[in-house]
């Protein structure tokens, strides 16, 4: 296209900027400012007594208790949760890219005329809600020996992190040039040794994306990890079961919330590091 | 070198061979590259298909079987032929689960697109539109459990931290926000504050790609802001709002961490009048204080899958019309 002569003030762009932008503007930036607020309180509820917490929950607090973590790591179980929930995320997360890129690489780059209907058939996974599957899976765990094992949680968390990873997958080895897997077969490299060593490589940053956006899932997942569990915990349960005992073992709000930071912390911080990478990988897999 | 790699094999690769074409004229012009390639189709792709199939396809047929019998988990299953369904329609739990699923489908879904539109609009040229999104974007990677402990804690009456900041702003009676009545909407509109962020985000990307002359004709034919909204923004991004709506169902349908804490009463699940589908699934199964009741909890997962599906269609059919390019 080509562009009218404009002088800089004239591209000033989009929308006249009414009476309705202006009066709506301070309405984004109060969510803005509630949002960093919550978070803020948050943490420093964390380190405050019960008492404290409840009587001015507005103040700087009088002291920093960070007997609090201690408490919520130890008593809580909160570092056994953190544990398992580190082992589940990086093995799911590994199994399921491992299984999950040579399916997306060969659906989208063989040109088979089985591609597509295979697709379809991993893509309706999509829909699959957790409710309509966990029966059976508990059953057949069961009877396998596999509830309350964090292999079998782990199983059913690359199962259930197939399709998605596969839906991302397929369209960013479309995008890949192809001129790469064509030098590889000239100089006698099969596909197979193309794949890992040539196109698996050059897929890393959307292998990362997935693998960042599967650990935030799983992370603080809940369904599954209370359904197959029983003695092991995850974060997300300690939490839980922190939680729902407090009617007994007193209203101690104050680890609570040391556990809910704990749960939340390494998100933020994840999320400053690679904010950008996080929301353009879910945008871009809804765009597309 | 690499000419000639693209002189000897492209026509092959990367000719675009329409499916239809013959097979045997394919095969005589498949490369060996292509010709290699396909055997290895099954190698590549089942692995994950396997473990996808055993994870996800089985169990949805096993559920199917499982809704048509009682069953408690142990011992035999009895033919119950469809009775499940109707004795779970009859139930007012089950009621109760329905209204309130269909609440946070569409009562949530409509406020969800509507603030999620709203600021998209605000922060396209908004000053600090980048920290805004992303400040506005965090509560969506938050898990759903965390963000509810935290919400009964700022509603709980009459300590929590809503109340007593109505109570010295002067207001006399700060409202019960998780009694009986109350609960499920500030439920809802906690639901609302987690999810609005990821629609922000994407609405926003779409919003980025449509051509910016398109806004200037607009202008300078007169258009106001929501003329602009109606007559520019919206039908350009109407594929993705369809495919965002279908996405928002899925999700919705599911919702189960958001309400699992909400525990009113004494006992590990939250009072009935919370339940929606995915909690009374749930519950049949492994209710602490009830009986296991596997064809029941089955039927309505049969239920949710069936409702994911047609709303999806639905959603699709309704958005969808012809999708304009630009």
């Not at chain 2, 039927?299 to 019309?321: D, F, M, N, Q």
């Amino acid at each position: 296209m080509t562009h009218t002569v404009t002088s800089p003030s004239a591209g000033r762009r989009l929308t006249s900027r009414g009476w309705l932008h202006w009066s709506l503007v301070p309405f984004a930036w109060l969510l803005v400012a509630a949002d960093i607020l919550v978070i803020l309180w948050m943490i420093l509820s964390s380190l405050k007594s019960t008492r404290d917490m409840v009587l001015t929950p507005w103040s700087w607090p009088s002291e920093f208790l960070w007997s609090n973590y201690q408490d919520a790591w130890v008593a809580g179980e909160f570092g056994a949760g953190v544990l398992n929930s580190l082992i589940l995320i990086v093995g799911s997360g590994v199994g399921c890219i491992l299984l999950t890129a040579p399916a997306a690489y060969a659906l989208s780059r063989f040109r088979s005329r089985l591609a597509g209907a295979h697709t379809i058939f991993f893509v309706i996974g999509l829909g699959i809600p957790a409710q309509t599957i966990f029966i059976p899976l508990y059953v057949v765990f069961d009877r396998a020996g596999l509830v309350d094992s964090i292999g079998g949680l782990m199983l059913i968390y690359i199962g259930t992190g197939v399709p998605y990873a596969l839906f991302l997958l397929t369209a960013f080895f479309r995008s890949l040039p192809g001129e790469l897997e064509e030098a590889a077969a000239i100089d006698g490299a099969g596909p197979w040794y193309t794949f890992w060593r040539i196109m698996f490589p050059l897929a890393r940053s959307g292998l990362i994306t997935i693998f960042v956006l599967q650990a935030i899932g799983h992370w603080g997942e809940t369904f599954f990890a209370l359904v197959m569990l029983r003695h092991r915990t995850t974060l997300s349960l300690s939490l839980y079961n922190f939680a729902i005992n407090m009617q007994y073992s007193g209203n101690r709000y104050n680890v609570l919330f040391a556990g809910l930071i704990i749960l939340i912390l390494p998100l933020l911080i994840l999320y400053i590091i690679l904010g950008r990478r996080i929301i353009e990988g879910i945008a871009a897999g809804y765009s597309k | 070198m690499k000419k000639g790699v693209s002189v000897t094999t492209m026509p092959a690769v990367a000719s675009p061979v329409p499916e239809t074409a013959s097979r045997r004229r394919q095969r005589l012009r498949m490369s060996p590259l292509e010709r290699s390639r396909r055997r290895l189709f099954v190698p590549f792709v089942y692995p994950a298909l396997l473990v996808y199939a055993a994870v996800m396809v089985a169990p949805t047929v096993f559920t199917l079987w499982i809704s048509l019998n009682h069953w408690a988990g142990a011992g035999p299953m009895q033919w119950a032929g469809l009775s499940n369904y109707t004795r779970m329609f009859k139930d007012p739990v089950f009621r109760t689960s329905f209204v309130n699923t269909f609440w946070i489908v569409f009562g949530v879904g409509v406020g969800v697109f509507a603030i999620a539109f709203l600021l998209t609009m605000l922060l396209h040229d908004m000053v600090g539109r980048k920290l805004a999104r992303a400040v506005v974007f965090f509560p969506s990677l938050v898990p759903g459990i965390a963000i509810s402990i935290l919400w009964g804690f700022l509603f709980n009456y009459p300590d929590g931290l809503v109340d007593t900041l109505l109570v010295k702003l002067g207001v006399d009676h700060p409202p019960a926000w998780l009694a009986q009545d109350n609960a499920f909407k500030t439920i809802l509109v906690g639901m609302m504050w987690l999810t609005t962020g990821t629609y922000t985000v994407i609405f926003m990307a779409a919003v980025d790609r449509i051509p910016r002359e398109l806004y200037e004709a607009a202008e300078l034919e007169g258009a106001g802001p929501f003329a602009r909204f109606r007559h520019v923004t919206f039908p350009l991004m109407r594929d993705i709002v369809s495919v965002c709506s279908v996405l928002w169902c899925v999700g919705a349908l599911k919702t189960f961490e958001f309400l699992l804490t909400f525990s009113a009463q004494d006992g590990a699940l939250p009072s009935p009048k919370l339940w929606n589908f995915a909690m009374y699934s749930y519950g049949e199964a492994f209710n602490p204080d009830g009986v296991p009741d596997y064809g029941i909890s089955s039927a309505c997962g049969v239920i949710v899958l069936v409702l994911t599906g047609g709303l999806a269609v639905l959603s699709r059919r309704i958005l969808r019309k012809d999708s304009v390019t630009y």
